[in-house]
């Protein structure tokens, strides 16, 4: 009965926490005022708010204290230095989100992209350059583990050199990305290790792998050192991460500290409130632990 009693508090006081950050970020009001402890390293993914022009987008950043964005491409780099905000996650070397590495008919399209785009994010600046492994289509998943490091292996001397980190995303394959290959993090990990280069890494996306293996907790304790970037959202749904979904991210968020990570966390869910960038605060202040 005493656990019970602790349990139902405890659920309780989560709740009203919660719901009190809810209350301040739906007041769009309270925007510039959010103070944040920055003991994460705030930044967001762009297309979830693509109904908003990109440069209001940059303003209500500012005004928000979120210093970095995601998956911004070089035409819009002159944009993000008017308003101070760092790209934490470049984009614009890869093909799609189905074809990638994995299969060597791609890789010298890819292999030509990517040499020329780690020069551009070195120059303007930033440090990190996503891809994708691409889906199966029948592939062994060994066979598809040996093609990514045969291919990956021709740009990473030119990512160490300008010190770019190629990022590769661990997608679920279960709901939004049907048959891609890179779909749980003990692949990923494997890919890392056999690459054996401090310049990739795997950006560790908190919504996908809940969805294809869960224990997201203890496999960013055991793997943090090959995640080298997070994105949130809520599951299921992939909306906001409060306390309308199954995942607690202030937890989260203090497990991925406690790893000694110093990079950005970005948020990746699509807000469903009216009132976008307040979805976007409360997500941020969840996260502010």
């Known amino acids: 009965m005493k656990r019970r009693t602790f349990i139902g508090t405890t659920a309780a006081a989560s709740v009203a926490i919660l719901a009190n950050k809810t209350a301040l970020a739906a007041d769009s009001s309270n925007i510039n005022t959010m103070k944040l402890n920055n003991n994460i390293n705030h930044s967001v993914c762009q297309w979830c708010y693509g109904s908003i ?3 209001d987008f940059l303003k209500s950043l500012n005004e928000l204290g979120v210093t970095a964005i995601d998956l911004i491409g070089p035409k819009d780099y002159p944009l993000l230095k008017k308003y101070n905000i760092h790209n934490s996650m470049c984009n614009g070397a890869e093909i799609s989100l189905t074809e990638g590495w994995c299969e060597p008919k791609y890789q010298d399209t890819l292999i030509r992209n990517y040499k020329e785009m780690i020069p551009i994010v070195a120059e303007a600046g930033y440090t990190n350059l996503i891809g994708f492994s691409g889906n199966r289509r029948g592939m062994d998943d060994a066979v598809g583990l040996k093609n990514c490091v045969d291919g990956l292996k021709q740009i990473m001397p030119l990512a160490e050199k300008h010190g770019v980190m190629i990022q590769m ?4 394959s279960k709901v939004d990305h049907p048959d891609y290959m890179c779909d749980h993090s003990t692949w990923g990990v494997e890919l890392c290790k056999q690459l054996g280069s401090d310049n990739f890494k795997l950006l560790y996306d908190i919504y996908h792998m809940q ?4 224990d997201v907790i203890r496999t960013i304790q055991e793997h943090h050192q090959y995640f080298g970037h997070y994105h949130t959202g809520g599951n299921p749904g992939r909306n906001e991460i409060d306390e309308t979904q ?7 968020m203090k497990a991925i500290l406690e790893t000694g990570f110093k990079g950005h966390v970005a948020q990746e869910f699509v807000p469903t409130w009216e009132d976008k960038i307040a979805a976007l605060q409360q997500g941020v202040t969840i996260c502010d632990v």
């Open 53 to 55: 022009p990109l440069e």
């Open 169 to 172: 995303e661990l997608l679920n």
């Open 211 to 214: 969805i294809m293996e869960g």
């Open 246 to 252: 199954e995942l607690y991210y202030p937890a989260i």
